[in-house]
């Protein structure tokens, strides 16, 4: 799994246009995580894909875009994983190195789960 950080224009459509490329390319998005970020006017768009290949593939053509100040391939001592897991008594947030998220997630086997990866 291959992360890439982007800081972009945080206005509508961004995304749309951010989105098309990876379907250009016909590359699947494993994880998006979005948000306002420490840039004024900016947003921080984090996602993964399954290969080195597609995130250099992505990170070339996401360059070109207007809307993107800034793209990158994230190394895995930067990477952070999140994950919400059902339990009997609600959900529960977990967060730590990718490892550790999915080490919980197996000894637990929660019913319903959703993890993502982020990074800074």
Known sequence: ?????????????VMQRIMGEFTRKRINVETIVVGKCEVPGKARVVLSVISKEMADIAVERLGRLHDVEDVEIVDEPRQSA??????????????GSRDEVAEIIEKTEPEHYIKTVNAL
């Open 1 to 13: 799994m291959e992360v890439i950080s982007m800081i972009v224009k945080d206005e509508f459509g």
């Open 82 to 95: 999140y994950a919400l897991i059902s339990t009997s008594k609600g959900w529960v947030g977990l967060i």
